[in-house]
């Protein structure tokens, strides 16, 4: 369990959401009021653990003619992680990995299955995992087509069975690297080479309950961490595109687009695979 510090000088216990004040003395959300975010009080916070700070940042380059808007097309259908805390796995290996294969190993029908990740790595419990330990299995175990281990949103704790565990190394990612995410050319550029990143957020509660097509910014209580795909960006609009895995009702369709600054200011940590 780890603890953030806000600008606004409080403390967030993610896995559970619990408020304190300075001193340490839980306020129950009945009695406080939420936080105001400004982009001027929510400095950029990057979230990379001395493990994340071993792996390279992989420095992609713009074209020197950049399409004003771009979308990366042949996605994974949106999918819905129910109440499991599997939102990495969905983002890094049923969106990401799958993409990848889909596009640029022109394996056309597949898709990996996040069940297969979140179920090794989640040690028996229904708690979220980071995307550094996606990657590492999708790099030397591989994913099985969705097929051969389907998701069962109320079932964290099954193990592969031998046909997953075969099909699984058919679908090695060559490698992976962290990406610059303060730098917005940066981010432009990765999604421009066709790949997904894969961003870990800190949200808020109206983040959760999104039913419109844009996050302005956050608002409400701290809700924890959550990962999701970037796939997109809008310079008319100033905005990045997102994928979620919580079913197509969530934002438009499942997708919804944050401000760049805000962006930046809410993620953690991204990375990209290939």
């Not at 175990?141 to 704790?157: A, W």
């Not at 990962?227 to 197509?248: A, H, K, P």
Request: aromatic share 10%; charged share 20%; hydrophobic share 40%.
């Amino acid at each position: 369990m780890q603890l953030r510090l806000t600008a606004m000088g409080l403390l967030f216990w993610f896995a559970n959401c619990v408020t304190v004040d300075p001193q340490g003395n839980i306020i129950s959300k009945e009695s406080a009021k939420p936080p105001v975010y400004t982009l001027e009080n929510t400095p950029i916070l990057l979230e990379w653990s001395e493990e994340d700070k071993t792996v390279p940042v992989m420095l992609a380059a713009l074209p020197d003619e950049t399409p004003r808007t771009f979308q990366l097309e042949d996605l994974p259908p949106v999918g819905n992680q129910g109440p499991q805390a599997s939102g990495t796995a969905w983002a890094a290996g049923y969106l990401a990995a799958s993409f990848h294969f889909r596009v640029h190993r022109r394996e056309s029908q597949y898709l990996c299955s996040p069940a297969f990740i979140y179920n090794k790595l989640n040690g028996g419990r229904n708690e979220g995992i980071e995307i550094l330990d996606a990657l590492k299995l999708l790099k030397y175990s591989g994913c099985p087509h969705v097929d051969h281990m389907p998701y069962i949103d109320s079932d964290y704790l099954r193990q592969p069975e031998a046909r997953a565990l075969l099909d699984a190394p058919r679908f090695l990612i060559s490698g992976f690297g962290r990406v610059d995410f303060a730098d917005i050319n940066q981010l432009k550029a990765h999604l421009l080479q066709r790949k997904v990143i894969i961003a870990t957020f800190r949200i808020t509660t109206n983040f959760v309950k999104l039913s419109s097509r844009t996050w302005k910014q956050p608002e409400g209580f701290a809700a924890g961490r959550h990962t999701v795909g970037i796939v997109g960006y809008d310079d008319e609009n100033q905005v990045f595109l997102i994928q979620n895995s919580v079913g197509r009702s969530w934002g438009r369709g499942g997708l919804a687009e944050i401000p760049y600054p805000w962006l930046m200011r809410t993620t953690g940590k991204a990375y990209v695979l290939w």
